[in-house]
């Protein structure tokens, strides 16, 4: 029987990404997940934190508190240099709209319009948290680092997938087919990272 983990998201592309590293990290079916869908009435929570990591550990431990199940929440973003690291945790709503991916990516294209391409370095940065129900938390984060392109490449992905390559690619984000994309991004390396520990605490 397989062990039931809430994803605090209601994002479903995060939801379909998690189950597939979980189930290559673990094996098939050994997590049953499921997201914030399933909760009817679940209240958005503010992300406060002025860190990814602050954010993810307040709605894993809302989700854990909420369902009684452990919890896994990611918070993610972009970091980009010529903006002195930001958007940061502001980057789904970077625009003004929370999840707008096209107003986000237009918005942050024409700030660094006139940025050399030599200075538009710039990482994705995950960081995941697993809360369980008895207080137990743990945290992790993962990185890739590359540079913020003019104009979008490609039609997978989501967010900013389509503006981002990655250091040593030729193809952005967007391009690369999903299992190409988990083996490098940074929710793929931090998902994988955390799939150790969920492996020891939830899987046996």
């Keep these: 029987m397989s062990a039931k983990l809430l994803l605090a998201t209601a994002n479903q592309k995060k939801l379909v990404e998690l189950q597939r590293i979980l189930d290559l990290a673990l094996g098939a079916n050994r997590i049953q997940l499921v997201g914030l869908g399933d909760f009817e009435g679940y209240p958005d929570v503010p992300e406060t934190g002025l860190t990814f990591g602050e954010n993810a550990l307040i709605k894993a431990r809302e989700g854990a508190k909420r369902t009684g199940l452990p919890t896994v929440a990611d918070d993610s973003g972009i970091t980009v240099d010529a903006l002195n690291g930001m958007p940061g945790v502001f980057s789904a709503r970077w625009s003004g709209t929370h999840g707008n991916d096209d107003a986000n990516l237009d918005l942050l294209l024409a700030q660094i319009s006139d940025v050399a391409d030599e200075q538009r370095g710039g990482a994705f940065v995950c960081a995941a948290a697993l809360v369980l129900p008895?207080?137990?938390?743990?945290?992790?984060?993962?990185?890739?680092?590359?540079?913020?392109?003019?104009?979008?490449?490609?039609?997978?992905?989501?967010?900013?997938?389509?503006?981002?390559?990655?250091?040593?690619?030729t193809r952005t984000n967007a391009e690369l087919s999903p299992a190409e994309k988990d083996a490098i991004s940074h929710r793929g390396k931090a998902f994988r990272e955390l799939s150790k520990v969920i492996a020891k605490e939830l899987a046996g």
Aim: hydrophobic share 20%; proline share 3%; no cysteine.
């Design 134 to 169: 008895n207080g137990r938390e743990h945290l992790v984060e993962g990185r890739q680092t590359g540079r913020i392109l003019r104009s979008r490449r490609g039609e997978g992905g989501f967010g900013y997938d389509p503006i981002f390559l990655g250091d040593g690619q």
